[in-house]
């Protein structure tokens, strides 16, 4: 159900929805005409109210501190009051009643300003347009002093222009005369009103508030549910005595914080920083618009993830071999070439001879418009010394982990992989890395001074690893593919989600699981947030059934795995030695990719999900852009040994058109439709057996 009224609707048109701080009396509030966050100043600063103004409903039932912070085993809590009886909902009568905690941290001051990019991106590539960063809008800051020890904690928001979503992080400041330890944190502490409160508790999970919330401390998941599981913690509320829920077991007390340490010293007049929180208010429970929030959430805080070139994966690093793939990507149109898994690249070899080849690569490569970049294995490989993998704390034992095995970041070994790695791409001017089997999150027990102490820092000193060489690469301008969630770290893209000895499986499976996968996908990913796959040649087995070479006695279905992948504005892993093998091959893949780069800004919009592949029917989906001439973009395939001819009855709300539009089939002159009530059209299409048809929108 779609809330708000379309005239005003964010997600066709926000341009008006500009974030500010209006400071009236002693309350000061945050808001964009989307969402609105409110504090008592005084006596102590305290949250009283986050409010969904598209929905018109408050989110917030109680008062909890800002923030909760350990400090040489001292808990402090960061502003709040207290004195709420019941914690059901508050009303004004019930925040001028509130009193101070008297060990409390209290506010000493507030600052506004405008929001400070977490790292540079220098938007050395295509991207999608209007894209700002750091993102517009504005910074609120709280800071708070304490004597015992003397340091300053600051609470940093920001709230950005044309979402309903805001940032939050700390910052902890040493300003005594000497060192002292940050145990724990809590950054945000929030008492929502609760999604649904049953009577009973039967162990059946309850649905907590509809609110979503991710940090950058996410590692180990293709989604953002399973990346951030170490920091988003949904809790029970027991002060919350008036719930129906009689065991007092909703989930709708929110805290964010990592699941141990980080144990961090902090020497005098130095900061830390903790990660950061993003927060985006759902107004409705549709899948389809929460997904398009939420993909445009990432658009903003994460634009780089708009960056979508074409590579081309050569699986070998001979010569003659990569110098004709360069060849063929840069007449095809393609813009990278990375060397794969397999292709025999070792980014840990420091040998002037290693360097001189790759750098030869990049130097012919240049000239033909097409960078270059390959594969480095981290995860999922047993290193030598044994003590340099992670220690599992449970077995005191490397292994158990993750991915079975995985180097210790802060050991020796660690430290000088990201050092050889940093050295590798200085010397041979790569801006591509895929990065495998990336840090997962395991927990390491071993002691390895003077990085890591041991468990209860491990986690968090190998994230500031991986994360600050992401942020590097990224501010050197290199694609970086991940097959985990590091985009709020600067990574580029992960994987779209699939099986890979499905890749194994008979070429016309292989099309249906693509557009399954990229359906699937994209309910909370950008086409351009997700790889995909096509085996070139063979990948996990499967044979001459399961690969595309030779190409030309394939050529029907390497045409259907483009426009598969291309047509829906994702990028595969093309795997293998070649592009094409014929001219005829070489005039599909080239008249493919035109296409795509004729509507590309449409083709990386996002997707409005309307019949997933089986295999049996028609299957679609519909790219949307208000802010485009092309307001969408259909694409249709037909997996059937039969011509189908259906009429789609085709939503056109999110493409911002309200009386009529003209739809054009491949480029021929458009035909006018006009929009029902309901901003549908009825298109009749015509799909040949087995093939494909597409349709721009005006």
């Given at each position: 159900?779609?809330?708000c009224?379309?005239?005003?609707?964010?997600?066709?048109?926000?341009?008006?929805?500009?974030?500010?701080v209006?400071h009236?009396?002693?309350r000061?509030?945050?808001?964009?005409?989307l969402?609105?966050r409110?504090?008592?100043?005084?006596?102590?600063?305290a949250?009283?109210?986050?409010?969904?103004?598209m929905?018109?409903?408050?989110l917030?039932?109680?008062?909890?501190?800002?923030?909760?912070?350990?400090i040489?085993?001292k808990?402090?809590?960061?502003?709040?009051?207290?004195?709420?009886s019941d914690?059901?909902?508050?009303?004004e009568?019930?925040?001028?009643?509130l009193?101070v905690?008297?060990?409390?941290?209290?506010?000493?001051s507030?600052?506004?300003?405008?929001p400070?990019a977490?790292?540079v991106?220098?938007?050395?590539?295509?991207h999608?347009?209007?894209?700002?960063?750091?993102p517009?809008?504005i910074r609120?800051?709280?800071e708070?002093?304490s004597h015992?020890?003397?340091?300053?904690?600051?609470v940093?928001?920001e709230?950005?222009?044309?979402?309903?979503?805001?940032?939050k992080?700390?910052?902890i400041?040493n300003h005594?005369?000497?060192?002292?330890?940050?145990?724990?944190?809590?950054?945000?502490?929030?008492?929502?009103?609760?999604?649904?409160?049953p009577?009973e508790w039967?162990?059946v999970?309850?649905?907590?508030?509809?609110?979503?919330?991710?940090t950058?401390?996410?590692?180990?998941?293709?989604?953002?549910?399973?990346?951030s599981?170490?920091?988003?913690?949904?809790?029970?509320?027991?002060?919350f005595?008036?719930?129906v829920?009689?065991d007092?077991?909703?989930?709708?007390?929110?805290?964010?914080?990592?699941?141990?340490g980080?144990?961090?010293?902090?020497?005098?007049g130095?900061?830390?920083?903790?990660f950061?929180?993003?927060?985006?208010?759902?107004?409705?429970?549709?899948?389809?618009?929460?997904?398009?929030?939420?993909?445009?959430?990432?658009?903003?805080?994460?634009?780089?993830?708009?960056?979508?070139?074409?590579i081309?994966?050569?699986?070998?690093?001979?010569?003659e071999t990569v110098?004709?793939?360069?060849?063929?990507?840069s007449?095809?149109g393609f813009?990278?070439?990375s060397?794969?898994?397999?292709?025999g690249?070792?980014?840990?070899d420091?040998?002037d001879?290693?360097?001189?080849?790759h750098?030869?690569f990049?130097?012919?490569?240049?000239?033909?418009g097409?960078?270059?970049?390959?594969?480095?294995?981290?995860?999922s490989?047993?290193?030598?010394?044994?003590?340099?993998n992670?220690?599992?704390?449970?077995t005191?034992?490397?292994?158990?982990?993750?991915h079975?095995?995985?180097?210790?970041l802060?050991?020796?070994?660690g430290q000088?992989?990201?050092?050889?790695?940093?050295?590798?791409?200085e010397?041979?001017g790569?801006l591509?890395?895929?990065?495998?089997g990336?840090?997962?999150?395991?927990?390491?027990?071993?002691?390895?001074?003077?990085?890591?102490k041991?468990s209860?820092?491990?986690q968090?000193v190998?994230?500031?690893?991986?994360?600050d060489f992401?942020?590097?690469?990224?501010?050197?301008?290199?694609?970086?593919?991940?097959?985990?969630?590091?985009?709020?770290s600067?990574?580029?893209?992960?994987?779209?989600?699939?099986?890979?000895v499905?890749?194994?499986?008979?070429?016309?499976?292989?099309?249906?699981?693509?557009r399954q996968?990229?359906?699937?996908?994209?309910?909370?990913?950008?086409?351009?947030?997700?790889?995909?796959?096509?085996?070139l040649t063979?990948?996990?087995?499967?044979?001459?059934?399961?690969?595309?070479e030779p190409?030309e006695?394939h050529?029907d279905h390497?045409?259907?795995m483009?426009?598969?992948?291309?047509?829906?504005?994702?990028?595969?892993v093309?795997?293998?030695?070649?592009?094409y093998?014929?001219?005829?091959?070489?005039?599909?893949?080239?008249?493919?990719v035109?296409?795509?780069?004729?509507?590309?800004?449409?083709?990386e919009?996002?997707?409005?999900?309307?019949?997933?592949?089986?295999?049996?029917?028609l299957d679609?989906?519909l790219?949307?852009?208000?802010?485009l001439?092309?307001?969408?973009?259909?694409?249709?395939?037909?997996?059937?040994?039969?011509l189908?001819?259906?009429?789609?009855?085709?939503?056109?709300?999110?493409?911002?058109?309200?009386?009529s539009?003209?739809?054009?089939?491949q480029?021929?002159?458009?035909?006018?439709?006009?929009?029902?009530?309901?901003?549908f059209?009825?298109?009749?299409?015509?799909?040949?057996?087995?093939?494909?048809?597409?349709?721009?929108?005006?």
């Open positions: 159900m779609i809330t009224l379309r005239s005003t609707d964010w997600l066709i048109n926000n341009q008006s929805f500009k974030a500010s209006d009236v009396g002693s000061l509030f945050l808001t964009n005409g969402i609105s409110g504090w008592k100043l005084k006596p102590n600063l949250c009283i109210s986050f409010d969904n103004l929905t018109g409903e408050p917030l039932r109680a008062v909890k501190p800002e923030a909760e912070v350990t040489d085993g808990n402090y809590q960061v502003g709040g009051l207290a004195g709420q914690l059901a909902y508050l009303t009568s019930v925040i001028e009643e009193v905690d008297p060990s409390a941290l209290r506010l000493s507030w600052d506004v300003g405008r400070i977490r790292f991106w220098p938007k050395n590539r295509h999608a347009p209007n894209s700002d960063w750091p517009k809008g609120l800051s709280f708070f002093l015992d020890p003397y340091f300053k904690l600051t940093h928001y709230l950005y222009d044309g979402i309903p979503a805001l940032s992080w700390l910052t400041e005594g005369t000497r060192p002292f330890v940050i145990d724990q944190f809590v950054s945000e502490i929030l008492a929502l009103t609760p999604y649904e409160d009577v039967r162990e999970p309850i649905t907590p508030p509809n609110i979503h919330v991710e950058d401390y996410a590692f180990g998941g293709f989604s953002h549910k399973n990346s599981r170490h920091s988003i913690h949904w809790l029970t509320d027991t002060d005595k008036t719930q829920n009689y007092l077991q909703n989930p709708c007390l929110l805290h964010v914080k990592p699941p141990l980080p144990n961090q010293d902090l020497p005098v130095q900061t830390w920083e903790s950061r929180t993003f927060e985006l208010v759902y107004d409705s429970t549709d899948r389809e618009r929460c997904g398009l929030a939420l993909k445009k959430l990432y658009r903003t805080i994460a634009p780089w993830v708009t960056e979508n070139p074409l081309l994966h050569v699986v070998s690093t001979d010569p110098y004709r793939a360069i060849d063929q990507a007449e095809c813009e990278m070439l060397l794969s898994f397999g292709s690249i070792n980014m840990e420091n040998s001879i290693n360097y001189q080849k750098r030869a990049v130097d012919y490569a240049t000239d033909k097409i960078a270059i970049g390959g594969y480095s294995l981290l995860s490989r047993r290193i030598q010394p044994d003590r340099d992670i220690v599992n704390p449970k005191g034992e490397t292994g158990g982990q993750t079975g095995y995985c180097p210790a802060a050991s020796n070994w000088t992989y990201f050092r050889l790695l940093r050295t590798f791409f010397n041979t790569f591509q890395f895929t990065h495998d990336s840090y997962p999150g395991d927990i390491d027990a071993a002691e390895r001074l003077p990085l890591q041991g209860t820092d491990s968090w190998q994230w500031q690893i991986i994360t992401y942020k590097s690469q990224r501010e050197k301008g290199i694609y970086i593919r991940v097959p985990d969630y590091y985009y709020l600067g990574a580029n893209e992960a994987g779209m989600g699939y099986r890979e499905n890749w194994s499986l008979p070429r016309i499976q292989q099309q249906i699981h693509t996968n990229i359906f699937d996908g994209t309910w909370q990913k950008t086409p351009s947030m997700g790889w995909m796959f096509v085996p063979q990948y996990h087995g499967g044979g001459t059934d399961a690969t595309i190409l006695d050529l390497y045409e259907v483009l426009a598969s992948n291309l047509l829906q504005g994702v990028q595969a093309y795997r293998g030695l070649r592009l093998d014929t001219e005829q091959t070489r005039d599909m893949v080239k008249r493919l035109d296409l795509y780069k004729k509507y590309r800004h449409i083709l919009s996002d997707l409005i999900h309307l019949r997933r592949a089986n295999g049996r029917t679609y989906m790219h949307v852009n208000s802010t001439a092309e307001k969408g973009f259909l694409s249709v395939f037909n997996p059937t040994p039969d189908i001819e259906q009429e789609i009855h085709l939503p056109l709300y999110y493409t911002g058109l309200t009386d539009a003209e739809v054009s089939c480029d021929q002159p458009p035909v006018i439709h006009r929009l029902d009530r309901h901003f059209i009825e298109l009749l299409v015509e799909v040949p057996a087995n093939s494909y048809t597409w349709f721009v929108i005006r």
